[in-house]
């Protein structure tokens, strides 16, 4: 089984940061990636970035309005993979989930292929 938890939400101002943080419990050292995404109030959940490790190296891949101001780190002695938000709109306003992957796809950026999810966490930007 699988627990992800996700913190580190709350409002912020345009131009403001925020990290979120994705504790993660279970068979989670077997995954092949953890991702983050989004969901905007009726809008589908939309991919924000992944994170893969093999050993010491890490691949990471990004959404278009992730790069540059978005970076996915993790931790492994903590269980905790981290999303640093930075330069934050009002557009990136969202709940913000967790997921892993256990598939081979790389990179992982459908909803699909995520076999466990954390219950989000609430991003809002003000103007």
């Known amino acids: 089984q699988v627990q992800l938890v996700e913190s580190g939400g709350g409002l912020v101002q345009t131009g403001g940061s925020l990290r979120l943080s994705c504790a993660t419990s279970?068979?989670?050292?077997?995954?092949?990636?953890m991702g983050w995404f989004r969901q905007a109030p009726g809008k589908e959940r939309q991919f924000v970035g992944v994170?893969?490790?093999?050993?010491?190296?890490?691949?990471?891949n990004y959404a278009d309005f992730a790069k540059g101001r978005l970076t996915i780190s993790t931790d492994n002695a903590k269980n905790t993979v981290y999303l640093q938000m930075n330069s934050l709109k009002p557009e990136d306003t969202a709940v913000y989930f967790c997921?892993?992957?256990?598939?081979?796809?790389?990179?992982?950026?459908?909803?699909?292929?995520?076999?466990?999810w954390g219950q989000g966490t609430q991003v809002t930007v003000s103007i």
């Open positions: 279970g068979r989670t050292f077997s995954a092949n990636a």
């Open positions: 994170i893969a490790r093999s050993g010491s190296v890490r691949w990471t």
């Open positions: 997921a892993a992957s256990f598939g081979s796809n790389w990179p992982p950026t459908r909803t699909s292929e995520y076999e466990y």
